[in-house]
Nanobody, 119 residues
Framework: QVQLVESGGGLVQAGESLSLSCAASGDILTINAMGWYRQAPGEQRELVATITSGGSTNYADSVKGRFTISRDNAKSTVYLQMNSLKPEDTAVYYC?????????????WGQGTQVTVSS
């Protein structure tokens, strides 16, 4: 099992920055990748950014150049630095961890943290 605890989020104005963090605990040695997803009201949950244990990153086109995902393996923590925020970035942001154990893949989610960007 993996537990994820998110922090950060809040209310900012367009153009400002915000940082999210997500600390993992439990069976962290079997985590392959961690990432951030978001879900706006009435919308499906969508990928924001992911990072593998080796440091490879992937971003949604909508956040490329503005968001940066990073990972501190020693602290089992993943970060999301969000710059130049836009009102359309408003959503609940969820931390995700993907773990492989005995050839089975598991996904774990944090509780979500609200990010609101006012225009």
């Amino acid at each position: 099992q993996v537990q994820l605890v998110e922090s950060g989020g809040g209310l900012v104005q367009a153009g400002e920055s915000l940082s999210l963090s997500c600390a993992a605990s439990g069976d962290i040695l079997t985590i392959n990748a961690m990432g951030w997803y978001r879900q706006a009201p009435g919308e499906q949950r969508e990928l924001v950014a992911t990072i593998t244990s080796g440091g490879s990153t992937n971003y949604a086109d909508s956040v490329k150049g503005r968001f940066t995902i990073s990972r501190d393996n020693a602290k089992s923590t993943v970060y999301l630095q969000m710059n130049s925020l836009k009102p359309e970035d408003t959503a609940v942001y969820y931390c995700n961890a993907e773990r492989t154990f005995r050839n089975l893949r598991y996904n774990y989610w944090g509780q979500g943290t609200q990010v609101t960007v006012s225009s």
